[in-house]
């Protein structure tokens, strides 16, 4: 097996935030962000943290570049000690972490590249090289010698892309960098990450969609409220879930009808995929889908729900997650603890 | 230490990409202001308007009848009080430069989301922080210059008098407490973030104990105490005596420039001690991206 080339033990990050209320003197509230983590990452491994909004992904890799310091534990990266080594850390890391807004705005591209590559200590011809492969592999156009206030955000993320390449580390951590790319752009940029692993690049990969997750990498933490809940590859992942079926399933349906559903027995888990204008989708987890349709087309008649399609499907992470936590990924972990304060119950 | 296990790519430390990492800050900071065209127009043009309205005040009580220059001489020690007012503006404005220079720097790093793409590369701060202020010297050395030809020009001051190179001496000098000042104010940045109120009000603070348009030594005793614990005052000062026939707060230049030194000794490794150990601070807390 390869070497460890990042190891996290017992790491933990907690945030203390005011709460603002009008007039009132502010509220101290903390957060624990990271709670207990342990991990080993592997030489040559993509490797993904799949987690919904808040879940603490980016508080981890802000953790493991140096950005923040964490409140307990510690971690290891490419050897170096990451609270006594910091520089040697980030020496070894090539970072994407706020997307389009870690440019120069009144560099053009080319000038945004050099520049980083000189804070890295990248030699100066090193730099003009590397420049003109990155704009060849990332089929940057003449857009590269433009300002980058001149960019379509497509273009802003290429560009912020090159940036964490510049230096041809290691290590790469990339932090939801398609999130705001067209499914064109997403593809290709994926094809990219795994080029770059194939010539040795180890990548550490977040995101909060589960098929990126699947297609992209090795081994897959899903992380939920600053735990991992699960980790293994994608397919050991699937397989852990004991389910043989899944069924998606979408239409009007009340709180009380997924409730009931979810209690039927040889259903596993059900959860709300996604709410929109009063449609519902719901992805039901269970051991046969032949023996549940019957008893759920009942349920559904019965409470008249409307129903705009039943489908049998085959399980991905997303349902691992659905299982794990009895939530779809899409839902906001902040908005949860949000209502878990308030007593409303969330839909756990 | 041990090893890296995986190589660190392109990273190769030595001299000369540590000196990379300095003159590429360097070049990067010119290269955006140029961009912002009026910027440079503006920071030229604003020392002379500065200086210009007790200029223009001192002449029109004068063609009163009264004799400004007679009264100025009795309580500054010259009577060119157009020249006073004039090197008053200009150092006040290198002072400005200078003191905000890292606060600045930083605030317009946040807003704009680089600060933690620059924080997390492996170069050093000072490198950075170096480059920036080369940067800052520069622009403060040349619109000094150039407020004051332009000023003596428009005013018709008469450039060439007194000990020009003792004047340069002070300036220089002067910096390097400033530069100490500035990371100070950098820390404070990282801590309220949006400091605009803040800064106007010390700087109408830091102007009046300067004594940009007057002596301080028309300040009752405890406030002139307060002035002179501010080392842009004998800053100030040392240019305008080296200059004019103004007197030295220590009555010889030698103790004045020695008081700047001993400033420059204590401020920026001060300044730079209380920075980092803000930035470890918010590393701890919230991080360094908000704002
Ligand atoms: N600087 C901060 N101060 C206070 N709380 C913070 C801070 N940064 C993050 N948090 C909180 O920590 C938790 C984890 O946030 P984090 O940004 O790591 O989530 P994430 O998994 O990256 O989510 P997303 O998918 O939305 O990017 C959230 O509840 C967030 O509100
Ligand atoms: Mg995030």
Known sequence: MAQAIIKVENLSKTFISKERKKFLRPKKRTIEALKDVDLTIYDGEIFGLLGPNGAGKTTLIKCLTTLLIP??????????????EENMVRASLG????????????????????YFGALYHVPKEKRVERITYLKELLKMGEFIDRTVETYSSGQKMIMAFAKSLINNAPILFLDEPTVTMDVHAARDLRRIV???????????????????????????????????????????????????????????????????????PGVIEAAIKEEKRGTTTLGIMCENSRIILPKLMEVLLENEVQIEYIKPMDATLEDVFIVKTGRALSVDT?????????GAGGLD | MAGPIAGLGYYEKSARTSFGVFSSVLKARF???????GALLMELFMPIVFAALPILLGVSIASGGVDVGQNWKDTTGTADFKAYMLIGSSTFMVVMLMTWLVGFWLRREMVSGTLESVWVSPAKKYLIIGGVTGYALIRAFVAFVLSFVLGSFVFGINLFQGNMLMAAMFILVGLLPLWGISFMFGALILRIKEADSIINLLQWVL?????????????????????QSFPPTWMTNGVRAALLDVSFFFETWYLDLAMILVFAAVFPLMGYGIFIATERRMKKTQGMGMY
């Open chain 2, 207 to 227: 102007s009046f104990f300067m004594g940009v348009f007057f002596p301080i030594t028309v300040l009752p005793g405890f406030l002139r105490l307060i002035a």
């Open chain 1, 95 to 114: 970072c994407m972490l706020m997307g389009e807004r870690g440019l120069y705005w009144k560099l053009t591209g080319r000038e945004n590249l050099d």
């Open chain 1, 334 to 342: 902040a908005e949860l603890a949000k209502e878990k304060d308030r």
């Open chain 1, 71 to 84: 409140s307990g534990g510690a971690a290891w990266v490419n050897g170096f000690d990451l609270l006594k």
């Open chain 2, 31 to 37: 290269r955006i202001v140029s961009r912002y065209k």
């Open chain 1, 194 to 264: 795994k080029q770059l692993n194939k010539e040795g690049h180890t990548i550490v990969y977040t995101t909060h969609q589960m098929y990126e997750a699947e297609e992209l990498c090795d081994r897959v933490a899903i992380i939920d409220k600053g735990e991992i809940i699960a980790l293994g590859t994608p397919t050991e992942l699937k397989k852990s879930l004991n389910v043989k079926d899944a069924i998606e399933l979408e239409g009007a349906i009340p709180k009380g009808v997924v409730q009931i559903i979810k209690e039927m």
